[in-house]
């Protein structure tokens, strides 16, 4: 059987050469923006499933209490 997602089957060999063309592309200067805006949008999209996790709970009956 073939794997579905063959990028999940990256090794060490293979992450080394797309390291080195994403440092040439893009310098070593605007790698640490890149990935402080990759990890805030990373922030904001689980924020945005968190949120509509709540939405989608019932919310609880309240009940008044016997006097």
């Known amino acids: ?9 990256l090794g060490p ?3 080394w050469p ?3 063309i994403v440092l040439v592309l893009f310098g ?3 790698l640490p923006a890149m990935a402080r805006s990759m990890g805030e949008g990373i ?7 968190r ?3 709540l939405e989608d709970e019932p ?3 309240v009940e008044k209490p016997v006097e």
């Open 59 to 61: 919310k609880p009956a």
């Open 51 to 53: 949120e509509a996790d």
């Open 28 to 30: 070593a200067q605007r």
């Open 18 to 20: 797309i390291a080195v």
């Open 1 to 9: 059987m073939t794997p579905v997602f063959p990028v999940a089957m």
């Open 13 to 15: 060999s293979e992450l």
């Open 43 to 49: 922030k904001e999209f689980k924020k945005g499933i």
